[in-house]
Every structure is written in C-alpha cells, then in structure tokens.
C-alpha cells in the first residue's frame, strides 16, 4: 500500500509538467482559431481532430491495484476534448498525435448552399452575436418544407369537440404573404399542438396574390390544408407589410365568416404558446367594442381590439409603407398619413387603451410550453440566447413573447430574407425624420401590384 501511495508522486509531477505542455500547445491552438474568419470559424465543413484520445474512465480501473496512482496520472495526462461547439468531433479518430489539423473551406458561390449541413443550436448563437452580413449569407440553407397534412386529421379531430361558454364572437387573424408560407405552416402547426379546437374562428390573409390559384403549388397545398379543418383564408393582391390584413379585415366586416365581436390580429412569423386555447376563450369578454389592448411599443402589431375599432380606421391601412416606414410604424409613429392603431397611452379608432406591459423572451419546447426567461429592459437588445433556429435556415431568430394573448413572434433580429435568401441588414430607422418628412405623398398599396 505504501508502494502504491509512493508511486503516486512520483508519477504525478512528470505528468503535471507534461500537462502543462499539452495546455500551452492547446492555448496556440486556440490563438489562432480565434484568428480565422468568423464564416470559416464555425462553418460546419470545418473540422477539428481531438487532440488526444481519452483512456480509460476512472469507472473501469475500480477493484485493480493502485487505483490511486493511476487515477492521479489518468487525471494529468488526459486531455479533455474541446467543448465548443464550434467544432465537430471526428468519432473514428484515434490518434494520439498533439497536432490538429483543420480543414478550409471552399468559397461557395450564390446562396443556395443546399449541400451545407445545419449548425447547432450554440453554433448559431456565437456566430450570430458578432457576425457580419457575409455571415449569414453564407451560413444560410433554404427553409425546410413544412406541411399540415399530417397534423390535419388531428386538427379535425381537435375541432369536432370545440366548444365555447362566451356569448362574444372572437376571431384570430393572421397577417401572411404569399411568400411566407413555410412560417404560416409552423404557425398553423404550433395551434394543433397546444390542443387549440377552434379552427373555425381563424381567418388567414395571404397578400402577395389575388387568388388562391395564382399562388405557389406549396402554398396552393397549404391553403387546402388550412381550409380542410375550418380556417378561412382570403387572397389579397394587396402587400402592405405587417398591415395588410387591417385593411382587408375593414373590407371583410361584414362577412358573416370574419364579424365577430373582437379580433387577435398577429403576423405569421409566430408560435402559439401551450397557454393560448385557454386564454383564447376569455378574450372576447374581456375587450370593449371600442377599446384596444396593445403592448408597449414595439409590439410586433400583435393587438386585441373590438369590432367597432375596425371602422373606426377604415382605409388608414391602405397607404403603402416600405420596410423602414412599417418599423416606425410599429413604433407607433405616424408615417405618410398613416396612423397607428395606438399613439402613446390613447388611440384615434378608440375610446380606451389597455397597455399590458413590455413582451419577454424564453423559449418554447416541443408541446409548447414557453420558459419564460427575462423582460425586455431595453428593447433593442434582446438576448439571441432566447429563440431558435425556427425554419432551418441556420440563421438564429430571438423570441418577442406576449404572454397575456399566448403568442410567441419569432424576429431576425437587425435583418431579413432568411425565408427567400435575399439576406439584408436592416438599419434602425430615423423614424422622427421619416414621419415628418413626404406627409403628403400617399401611395395606395392597389397601384403597386
């Protein structure tokens, strides 16, 4: 026993100085990775051999002599495998060598990198905290396909027990874009799965097209799918950003398949929250006809309103805004004669305002439940360590959580295009210029089409 304590020393303080070698060779390492490009840096082409090979665990020299020797030397001479997730470990590798060797990769032309492997969750975050634009772009992959058809059965399963003791209509109204239908699909989705039953109190706004035919095949299905189990959907040439379905909710009020008593009016880029279908059903009654219950700006348009509200601002939605112009908006300024649904603390489509605090982030998982993880404090530096990589394009988007109403927004935070691969930055706007400069010059959205 004492040989064994003895030999434990003595075999310590080789392997301490060995390790230290092995640290300063890691450090080098390290020096230069950090040295490369960040593209190059966490490209999933770019791999890293381990090291060294980990030898026996601690586990398996238990009931052999001089465990404590060995366990000593075994801790000293080992080096741990890189952590990171910048890197993806070779699994066949053996080698014992202290060198590693990277692998460049080749530039790639244009934007469809279809033969590109999706990053990890971590991978996506480091990158895009300090990426560039030519990051994203040449980290992005097309969107995965989305399709209701094997959530549909279940949907009308879901909606065959709908039920309701409000004696107020409520309607769900989501704004989309012909080109947006792989994040209708997820949204759409994420509704069967927080169990929600009525389907037939949604109406979809698909601008970009004037009927159902003219759309992409892919949306052509998912409009059929949408409609299978009760949705509504209504085509619209009109393509007024995040605002298209106001205006088109003022020219379907009076449908008996859009009149309600109030409306949830939310955008496609979202995820409904486990919370929602209980939080659905009280909603009605807890609105004024002529009252608006909004977020602190900016609220991603996400608003509860009464019926009356709607004709209150009739064609104030028609004006066509481009991208800088709808973000001052959401900030509730006005913009070329357009008026926000809330200004301040008060409205001019309603007599009452209920402000509902500031959105939070979390993240949701699989069945829809949101950990809840912080406020927004200060509104544009949101934690991109709170959302997902939601439509598989390698490219992270942060959560913007309301809570009260049980949705989710998904946002590219600073840009835009991950859908179609056009990835641009978008530059916060001046909005006090952009509002008090060309009140005059209104473009009806009609004539751009």
Known sequence: MNLCIAGAFVLAWPSCCFGEMIESGRQLTETSVRQMPLVQRYSPETKRQPTLSKDKSSDDLEGKSCTMGALLLQKETSVRQESSPAYEKDAETTSTSTTSTMTQPQPQSGLKHHDREPLSQSQRLRVGRRSTLADAQAMWIPPRSCSLSRSTERAKALAMGASSNETKSLKLIINSHVKYGIPLCVAIESLVTVNFTRFRDVVVVIGGSDTIAAMPLETKRLVDDMMSIGIFVIPTPKGNGDVTALTTLYDYRQDARVKADSY??????????????????????????????????????????????????????????????????????????????????????????????????????????????????????????????????????????????????????????????????????????????????????????
């Open 264 to 449: 949830l009016y939310t955008s496609d880029t979202i995820k409904f929250i486990d919370t929602f279908p209980a939080k659905f059903d009280k909603l009605a009654s807890s609105v004024g006809p002529a009252e608006i219950r909004a977020y602190y700006a900016p609220d991603s348009f996400v608003t509860h309103f009464g019926n009356e509200v709607v004709g209150r601002y009739g064609r104030n939605f028609d004006t066509h805004l481009n991208k800088s112009e709808g973000l001052c908006l959401e900030q509730r300024y006005r913009v070329r004669g357009v008026t926000p649904l809330v200004s301040g603390r008060s409205s001019s489509f309603a007599d009452k305002v209920t402000l509902l605090g500031s959105r939070t982030q979390g993240n949701i998982d699989s069945n829809g439940k949101l950990h809840y993880r912080r406020t927004y404090r200060e509104m544009f530096r949101p934690s991109l360590s709170f959302g997902e990589d939601v439509y598989r394009t390698n490219l992270q988007r942060t959560s913007a959580c309301y809570r009260f109403f049980g949705i989710c927004k998904y946002i590219l935070w600073g840009r835009s295009g991950d859908i179609d691969g056009h990835i641009q930055l978008n530059e916060i706007p001046n909005c006090v210029a952009i509002a008090s400069s060309n009140l005059d010059s209104q473009v009806p959205s009609s004539t751009l089409h």
